[in-house]
Nanobody, 121 residues
Framework: QVQLVESGGGDVQAGGSLGLSCAASGNIFSINVIEWFRQAPGMQRELVAGVTNDGNTHYLDSVKGRFTASRDNAKNALYLQMNNLKPEDTAVYYC???????????????WGRGTRVTVSS
C-alpha cells in the first residue's frame, strides 16, 4: 500500500513563512507528478503547486513568487516553502501524487490526509 503523509502546517501571522513536507511511502516504483492542493472552508479544492518527474514546476497564480515547490526523488518527498503568507492562504493543504506501484501497470492517484495552515492578519 502507498501512503502520503503531510507535515509542517500550523499557525502563522501574515507575512510569515511555513514549510510543508509530503512523504510518500510503500510499494512505489515511480512517481509521476506530485502536487500540493488546498481547500479553504466552503471552497473547492484547488491546485497550488506541483513538480513533474522531470522537474518542471507549476503554480497557482496567486502564490507565484511566494511559494516554492521542490521534490526529492530519492526520498519520494515533496516540499512547499511558503513565504509572505496571507490570510487567504488559510486552508487545509493536501499532497497528491500519481504513483506507479511495482505490482501495477498504470499510475494511481493518491492523496494525503492534509495539514492545516492558518494565517492570521
Amino acid at each position: 500500500q502507498v501512503q502520503l503523509v503531510e507535515s509542517g502546517g500550523g499557525d502563522v501571522q501574515a507575512g510569515g513563512s511555513l514549510g510543508l513536507s509530503c512523504a510518500a511511502s510503500g510499494n512505489i516504483f515511480s512517481i509521476n507528478v506530485i502536487e500540493w492542493f488546498r481547500q479553504a472552508p466552503g471552497m473547492q479544492r484547488e491546485l497550488v503547486a506541483g513538480v513533474t518527474n522531470d522537474g518542471n514546476t507549476h503554480y497557482l497564480d496567486s502564490v507565484k513568487g511566494r511559494f516554492t515547490a521542490s521534490r526529492d526523488n530519492a526520498k519520494n518527498a515533496l516540499y512547499l516553502q511558503m513565504n509572505n503568507l496571507k490570510p487567504e492562504d488559510t486552508a487545509v493543504y493536501y499532497c497528491h501524487a500519481e504513483i506507479l506501484e511495482y505490482s501495477s501497470y498504470s499510475y494511481t492517484d493518491y492523496w494525503g490526509r492534509g495539514t492545516r495552515v492558518t494565517v492570521s492578519s
